[in-house]
């Protein structure tokens, strides 16, 4: 492998560049029209425009992202995650187009893209899954039918798109009366999200945890599955907090774990870096949920925990090479890491978009802590992406001290222009039952429907007087009067601080 | 120099004067002594020390950035990582958006372009305050819209499945 | 422990600060004048200026820094590394004003900062030193004695300061003739320098490395030896790249340097984070060097491969814990670390101090990258102090692999308006001695002198090619005539990119 | 516009045309489309396209930092993390600080304050090219300084000991 083009963009480009860079393959990036300046375009050897800034007419474009590979005469395509990354047309059109593509055979990627098919690999497997309905139902079962199965599965219950992700489609039911309406209401939201209606049932476990394995598969046969992640930390089942090891699992229950993740992926012949989802119950058992054919987001705290390097394991499986690693290790963490996905959000405001541009950034550093972030000052965070604008992981010995840190870390980050989520981030790991790993899927859903909107950065009279006398002073020394200044509402002008300083001498 | 400064809805009359190597800054009578180092146009360094050391430390450090916000005199201070709303001599322009008092029509406008997929609410319908109206569907999440008070919803101006621009008008509330 | 004034200013005070946060203790900064700015005054709860700007009015005022801390309520002091942190009557000075000195007793600081008294002490834990003169010779011996004893160490020899450090009030004699001379020269030096003209003769060593050994010792007795440091690449006796572990130590040779460390760290009694200096001659013969009774520079690296924080330790031994870690884990280093320490120096004109304002800083991030950095764009370095600006850490699981990682981060670092030691980092680091590990003391300057003066920073055709396009663009787009733009060698003016892009059609 | 560029010694000239989405520079009559977009002040990113394939890739990416140079007309151009010192429209009046050609007293100047440790030449002494001529003492390191070519030291400005002002006359040579 010589040229690698990268169909992705924001953290994860850089991400892989940075592991293209280590191993001397020239990076090739693509970009849509409002990413012209963005990091990972500024970072790679080459790039190409591929299109307008919406997703469906410039990343989604199949066609346009094989022409920019050969046009650069890349021999690799990596996806990264999200856009193509789980589309088996993409990975069997890169194939096709005589390309290596990083990461699984189109034929996993499908198999497991179906979760009702994915649901009886695993049963195949011999790993268990959530109690459910084990054929997909599509539009033309009669109600009656449903009624029987739901009965059979056992209420509370959740109705869940067959071909879903991110909460899309999916409906809890808890009283029958209401099943035919959530099973309508889900097949329409199936329908427009995925074109696809057909929904199936899964009994919904009491305060379950997501937990999650890592894996590496090579072409070679072999399938080492990694230390688990802790996933449970969710708003609206989107993960906003990881970390590793899980402060439930027991060594015991990791290699258990680790086993019936492994076993599931041999089942599907699986190559490259996946990741099997669990519910965990109260009880310590766990059920398959799904696999992620792809690098996940939240894979930097795995390689704090295990020394790898994900994104070069993924190339060099790519390339035929053979896992050469020692299983006990794998499974046998170093310390603690956690990550926050910083968002441009504003918390404050019902976790609201918050796009715009990045005036001021200050991001955290020192022992411990990595920021995998395409975000700078200057840039745009631009309105038609994933609002994810840096990866916040922290390293240290044990959880507690991992806390501490990440913490500190909080404390040092500063973006303004935007709204982010830091503030909640700062407010969350101070929370009891975070500090004491006392959580699980609807914890966070829970206490933030318990607050009601209550900021998340709390002022005190002592910041309070201080933002009042910073506010004095700078629009005393931003005043027009000066002659140098800059508007109350502008951007900054001309700008010397001695003049300024001097200007003031005579107020 | 005087101003009028509101956080968090309350108002603080701030005094500042040039001293010697720095400014003696009154707020709301209480003096205090502030060395202020201007880093580029947003960020300063404070230090600042009490006139008695009773209810402040003395020579306390503070990392501060100014940026514009989205209405005139409105700044957004970063004190630490912490942002600060602040409105300098701009009080009766003013309103918190999520403050539950007010009158008049409240109208509920998109805060991003996006696309609506639920509308929660019909013309007639009393609302709660923070009671969701609208999701819409931008930046790759879906986003509840909420009533910002009590009252009774008197226009809808979007179905489920349309697209809307930024500053599109949704909701109006009585 | 609840409030610590920190002695010290640069990335070690950031380094200290970040420490503190983790640990919930108020840290406490001190500046300078010309340091008002400084990272470390912003980041610190409090901030005290102690004077002007050279260190003799200001870092060095043992005075005011006590002042500083009594005016603060602070219970303890950090005294970094460099300025008073091996000053035995400043540690005194602490004690004395009833805080906590975080670091050895005044009596270790005073034993091991007499270079002399040191070797005695190493002699007396049975650890070998550099054959040598075991006396100091003050200014009354007569040159016959001082010819016998040169000829009973053999040449060639090294003339030492007793109280030197640095490369200061030091001579290589090859030639009996010169020695004289040497001693001379030497014995002003040292009275300039240490005001104690008092030198003594070491052996010099052929193609030595310089290797260390980490240490922790509390106030309980336990002294615990870490995984070396290999420190060889030093440019005029000033180390610049450290790693760790040392590529040619090998498991048998670590234990029996970290018992003689230890050895000699518990013949003085020694508490706190110390560091033992072998010089690891041809046959793998290891011979004391000297100890340095304070945190290290190179100290990041001991912790990634360890995992340990050790300013957090040197703070928990300061209030008294005891250390309880495994002796067995911490001479078992985890992965390869490598540090390069970022000089604002021009290295393509003989290494000269380029102090100065920063215009524009890209640091380098990403998996196994750590930046412990007190640089900021818009931030000068000032002339006074060590022209230190950040030191990079690169970790991954092997030497290759960061030595790899390194280079990526040396591509991605970027600082304007300065000169700096990358460019000289990015070609050591390609250099095929370094990347075998085949180096000694006298490396660096070997090659260095080889050179004679060719610049590092190579430029190609196609990066001249690159330069001469955007010079020509960035001048076009910056012509008075636009009405809006800088002058040639001016600060950016007031600043619109679309107003200049568009302004630019009419060219 | 056409410019003479001076880099690494060696004179280019260098057309800029606008053209539909970039610029069509000619550097010594070879022509490279660009497409340069700013990002700050300083910053620039360039994707450079040539003419044929045969001599340069397609879409080049390049990330460019331009800071203003000790004279008029020097810049200095970071292409990636490396720093390439260019002159425009400048070459009577420019000449680099270490090149060994060039006539008339050289001047050596303090290029930092510091303090004259020693002295390591006396005048009528004939010295070589990057010969040490000076060490000053300054951000706690000795630093020599040379000679840039040969000659015979006609002036010596300092003795040891005493402190220098950055731009400080030490020693000149004929």
Known sequence: ?507 | MHYEIEIAGRLRQVAVTRTGDGFAVAVDGRLRQVNATRIDAQRWSLVVSAESKSDMPARVSYDVVTTPGPVGGALTVHVGSIPISVVVNGRRRWRRRDEGAGSGPQRVAAPMPGKVVRVLVAPGETVRARQPLVVVEAMKMENELRAGRAGTVSEVHVREGVSVDAGALLIVIQ
């Open chain 1, 1 to 507: 492998m010589r040229k690698l083009l990268i169909a992705n963009r924001g953290e994860i480009a850089v991400r892989i560049i940075r592991a293209c860079r280590e191993m001397g393959i020239s990076p090739v990036a693509v970009y849509s029209e409002c990413d012209r300046t963005a990091p990972h375009v500024r970072m790679s050897d080459e790039a190409y425009a591929i299109g307008p800034s919406a997703p469906g007419e410039s990343y989604l474009r199949i066609d346009r992202l094989i022409d920019a590979a050969k046009r650069s005469g890349a021999d690799a395509v990596h996806p990264g995650y999200g856009f193509l990354a789980e589309n088996e047309h993409f990975a069997s059109a890169v194939r096709d187009a005589g390309l290596t593509f990083v990461g699984p055979t189109p034929d996993a990627i499908a198999t497991m893209g179906n979760k009702t098919a994915a649901r009886a690999a695993a049963i195949r497997a011999g790993v268990p899954v959530v109690p459910g309905s084990e054929a997909a139902l599509d539009a033309n079962v009669p109600d009656a039918e449903i009624a029987t199965l739901a009965a059979s599965v056992g209420y509370p219950l959740l109705v869940k798109a067959v071909a879903g992700g991110g909460g899309k489609g999916m409906r809890t039911v808890t009283d029958p009366a209401d099943l035919a309406g959530a099973v309508r209401a889900a097949r329409s939201e199936a329908a427009t999200a995925f074109g696809d209606a057909a929904v199936y049932f899964e009994r919904r476990l009491v305060r379950p945890r997501h937990v999650e394995v890592q894996l590496l598969g090579d072409t070679h046969g072999t399938v080492l599955p990694l230390v688990e992640r802790e996933c449970s930390i969710q708003r609206r089942h989107q993960k906003v907090v990881e970390e590793t090891p899980s402060p439930v699992v027991s060594p015991a229950l990791r290699a258990s774990m680790a086993s019936a993740a492994a076993a599931v992926a041999k089942a599907v012949g699986y190559t490259n870096a996946g990741t099997i989802e669990f519910l965990l119950d109260e009880n310590g058992r766990f059920y398959f949920l799904e696999m992620n054919t792809r690098l996940q987001v939240e894979h930097p705290i795995t390689e704090m925990v295990t020394g790898l390097d994900l994104v070069r394991w993924q190339i060099r499986i790519a390339r035929g090479e053979k896992i050469d690693l020692d299983p006990v290790l794998l499974l046998a963490p170093r310390g603690h890491a956690i990550e926050c996905r910083v968002y441009a959000e504003d918390p404050d405001n019902g976790f609201l978009p918050s796009p715009g541009r990045i005036t001021c950034l200050r991001t955290p550093s020192g022992p411990g802590i990595r920021d995998d972030s395409a975000a700078a000052a200057g840039l745009d965070v631009p309105i038609f992406y994933d609002p994810l604008i840096s990866k916040l992981i922290a390293w240290a010995e044990d959880r507690p001290l991992a806390i501490a840190r990440m913490r500190r870390a909080l404390d040092e980050y500063l973006v303004a222009g935007i709204k982010t989520t830091v503030p909640f981030f700062a407010w969350l790991l101070a929370q009891p039952e975070f500090i004491d790993g006392r959580f699980h899927t609807a914890f966070l859903d829970d206490v933030l429907a318990a607050r009601n909107g209550r900021p998340f950065a709390e002022t005190t009279a002592e910041t309070e007087e201080i933002a009042a006398i910073a506010a004095a002073i700078h629009t005393a020394l931003s005043a027009p009067s000066t002659g140098d200044g800059q508007t109350a509402a502008g951007a900054p002008a001309r700008w010397k601080t001695e003049a300024r300083l001097e200007s003031l001498r005579g107020l």
